[in-house]
């Protein structure tokens, strides 16, 4: 009781606000423009986010705690040319891998003195690629060679020198390639990722242009019909107005409170154009269940109380959603990011929805009225009068007047709507029919038993190539690197940060158990072979140990390059102590590095807590790696509390709590046919296709919910009437909003970028699998389960024959007629 209570207060309150909106149309169009032209000017000085690390490496992660504990025990001399000085930190450096057409050894004459052309000798076994081995410790000949150049920037100056030097390096390699044909060169510098992370924004313009156009012509198409007074062509070009001002103002507030733009932006519009598009095709369709002898003010509010309810509940919970992707709780910059600008942008969009979009109702309305041209604006000539004009001329001017029908027909004044017309008279009755329902519940099974096939198969996203431009240098520095250097894991950095005891053999067993599998690069083992080929005993008492140790470093030739890897440190009785050393490890990897390597890093902390000896691993690109836990936490933690919120918050607004539950199970099956069919369609679960997920829950219930909601409250008939009552009230607004997301969507396909062609896939399954459950899906299932419909029975009692006769003049759609009818 309390609930329809309050559902009809709702209904109340809105009705007398679109009275107001209708009242006063002028400043309500006028005022979002002003707002979104005041703060959307400050966009075009917007700043772009240079730092990929900070966009999607986690906030808080026990690999940037690691770098810290690294950097203050081995503080990186950039002054000299260390061999592995970018285990600790990228910094600046400049890479080439150089390879040859014809799969030669990189490693004859003549290849190494083409490397070699005016360059220097330097030590390079461990940046050898498609190596071919004699025996153990020799090289038969290798594919491909590394080569690597590392920059001083221990200022602004240097770091801009740097920069610089970076890009005359690039063009130097490729201009050195085309004067060279027999060798295929890669570069790649440490601005490489940055720079093809944000071309994706420079490559999509001219396709999001495209996609803007389409979406304007199919949606003012949508809106059209061959009665040219009832048409509302103005209306598609206005909801998509609405739209963009949201939009823009969204970007103007984020500009102004001091946010950076990047290129996951991109998927802002499409969030806006499915959620924003289909509010404003609702009241549409509201709008032509009205009455046309009512004022303009009466169907307004009409309109409002009819559709603004459901828009409410449904931008409700893309606050929610989305709210709770902007909050702390967030791990990954981008997805915060991406999530508050979302945010804002739906809230103004709801409001604009409600002043804009309803004051441009509100003008139409006068202007059908008035029974003026829906696009001239001129007043439409009496049939009499067009009879004497041209063809064409009456072909434009096509319109039916009220006094030219009759009570039971003005009702079906706008079913010359093709859709309208499509989804009454043919659609409604065929996805209803007895021997259709079994073919779409097979169809279904498929559907569930290939989103799970694909659902088990789902993998995290691992390679940051997966968000940059393609034809770049990113893919194919990448492209290169796994093809020859992929047997090898990253060299990892083995930290021990306490001083043990080095010269006792036991500890040394236990160092060297612990990096057991690992092909070691250190002082460690190298100098206990020095030492043993000496004959020289290793369980010699600490003082002598350290000294011979520190001796060994300074003086003999083969150790000093490993000088810094060890910390020594004087005590009070001038006793030399090491307080912290490190060795370099690789591990055998397969063709899943990515992954393994993930394996490998957790499997070391988890070994690093109990082990006798403290100490740490650490890589730059572990950084990166954190993230894929978080982000395959992140569209649960998500889900659960959107369907928590959905099921609390709908229980005080919703008129039944059935309606709860088919959202909730619509909502799982989407979202698992989603997960399925995206990971057969090779994309995995990183960044952006955790955002799209987010959005697909969203989605499911905007188009999902008015069509639940008008079953559910459905009373008497039969599940079938109300099956068909429901498609005809919304589905005319969910078939246009979903064809011009999907129009809007298909020149994405296109764009050069692995991040669009991710936005693309999972948008395009969202609104498909979307679309499948509310046209085919929901309409064959509700009718043979519940909620369950009593038949309407005959009522006898001559004194109502006369209203029961009344009843059934009308159509299911029209219960607003009927109450006035029987009022009388």
């Known amino acids: 009781m309390l609930r329809q209570v309050l559902h009809r207060g709702l209904g109340t309150s809105f009705s007398r606000l679109g009275h107001f909106v209708a009242s006063h149309p002028v400043f309500f169009a006028s005022a979002p423009v002003l707002i979104s032209i005041l703060l959307g000017a400050s966009f075009s000085r917007y700043q772009v986010e240079e730092s990929v690390e900070h966009l999607l490496a986690p906030t808080h992660s026990l690999a940037k705690i690691e770098r810290n504990l690294v950097d203050s025990l081995f503080p990186v001399n950039r002054s000299k040319h260390r061999l592995y000085s970018d285990l600790q930190t990228p910094g600046r450096y400049g890479r080439v891998i150089i390879t040859s057409f014809r799969k030669a050894n990189m490693l004859d004459q003549h290849h190494t003195d083409l490397i070699l052309k005016d360059g220097r000798e330097v030590y390079n076994g461990h940046q050898l690629g498609g ?38 390096f690039c063009d130097t390699v490729e201009l050195f390639q085309k004067s060279n044909r027999k060798v295929k060169m890669y570069p790649f510098t440490s601005s490489s990722l940055k720079e093809d992370f944000q071309k994706t924004s420079r490559v999509s313009e001219r396709y999001l242009i495209t996609s803007l156009v389409l979406v304007v012509t199919l949606a003012i198409l949508c809106c059209s019909m061959q009665d040219c007074v009832r048409s509302k062509p103005w209306l598609g070009l206005l909801g998509l107005l609405t739209v963009t001002l949201a939009t823009l103002t969204a970007a103007g507030i984020i500009n102004l409170t001091g946010g950076k733009y990047n290129s996951t932006f991109l998927g802002i519009p499409f969030v806006m154009l499915g959620h924003g598009l289909y509010g404003t095709f609702e009241m549409l369709s509201s709008w032509r269940k009205t009455r046309e002898d009512q004022h303009v003010k009466e169907r307004t509010a009409a309109v409002f109380a009819d559709s603004m309810l459901s828009f409410s509940l449904t931008t409700a919970m893309y606050l929610v959603t989305f709210g ?65 004009k041209p063809a064409w001329y009456r072909f434009l001017l096509t319109a039916r007047f009220s006094e030219d029908t009759d009570d039971s027909e003005e009702t079906n004044t706008y079913e010359s709507h093709l859709l309208v017309w499509f989804l009454k008279r043919y659609y409604c009755d065929w996805i209803t029919n007895t021997y259709v329902k079994p073919f779409v519940v097979l169809f279904y099974l498929v559907y569930i038993s290939f989103a799970l096939m694909g659902y088990l198969q789902v993998s995290e996203g691992s390679d940051l190539s997966n968000i940059v431009a393609t034809a770049t240098r990113t893919i194919e520095y990448t492209t290169a690197q796994q093809k020859y250097f992929s047997n090898y894991s990253p060299v990892i950095g083995f930290y021990i940060y306490e001083s043990i005891e080095y010269w006792n053999t036991s500890v040394q067993e236990d160092v060297l158990e612990y990096t057991k599998g690992f092909v070691r690069i250190s002082w460690f083992e190298s100098y206990l072979n020095y030492l043993r080929k000496l004959n020289i005993s290793t369980g010699l008492p600490k003082k002598n140990f350290t000294d011979m140790l520190r001796n060994s470093f300074l003086k003999t030739p083969q150790f000093a390059h490993f000088s810094e890897d060890i910390i020594f440190s004087k005590k009070y009785n001038n006793e030399v102590d090491v307080v912290a050393s490190r060795m370099f490890l690789v591990a055998k990897t397969m063709e899943t590095k990515r992954e393994e390597l993930y394996d490998l890093l957790e499997t070391l902390r988890k070994l690093s807590l109990t082990s006798k000896v403290k100490f740490i691993v650490f890589n730059p690109s572990f950084v990166y790696m954190d993230r894929y836990a978080s982000s395959v936490g992140a569209p649960l933690q998500n889900s659960c509390i959107s369907a928590l919120f959905l099921l609390f918050f709908s229980a005080f607004l919703v008129a039944d709590s059935l309606i709860n539950v088919w959202l909730t199970l619509t909502v799982a099956s989407v979202e698992f046919g989603v997960i399925g069919f995206m990971t057969l369609w090779k994309v995995e679960l990183d960044c952006i296709s955790v955002l799209c997920l987010i959005y697909g829950i969203n989605y499911t219930i905007d188009n999902c919910a008015p069509l639940l909601s008008t079953f559910v409250l459905g009373k008497e008939f039969t599940r079938t009437k109300w099956v068909k009552n429901a498609l005809e009230v919304h589905g005319v607004a969910i078939l246009q909003s979903y064809l011009c997301y999907i129009v809007g969507l298909i020149p994405l396909a296109a764009v050069p970028s692995n991040l669009t062609r991710t936005l693309f896939r999972c948008l395009f399954l969202i609104a498909l699998v979307t679309f499948f459950h509310c046209f085919a899906i929901l309409p064959v299932i509700l009718t043979f389960l519940p909620p369950s419909k009593k038949k309407r029975k005959e009522k006898k009692n001559p004194e109502n024959r006369e209203e029961i006769e009344c009843v059934e003049m009308v159509d299911m759609d029209s219960t607003r007629v009927v109450d006035q009818i029987t009022t009388v």
Request: proline share 3%.
């Open 131 to 168: 190596v071919t081995v004699h025996s153990k410790d020799r090289v038969k000949s290798a594919e491909a060679i590394q080569l690597t150049y590392y920059l001083q920037a221990i200022n602004s100056l240097n770091d801009m020198v740097a920069e610089k030097w970076e890009s005359i």
């Open 324 to 388: 709770i992707g902007a909050s702390p709780f967030t791990n990954i910059e981008a997805a915060r990011i991406f999530c508050c600008n979302s945010c804002i942008a739906i809230f103004f969009n709801y409001l604009y929805v409600l002043s804009f979009y309803g004051s441009s109702l509100v003008f139409t309305g006068y202007i059908e009225n008035n029974y003026q041209h829906s696009i001239f604006c001129r007043k439409v000539p009496k049939p009499e009068v067009l009879q004497e």
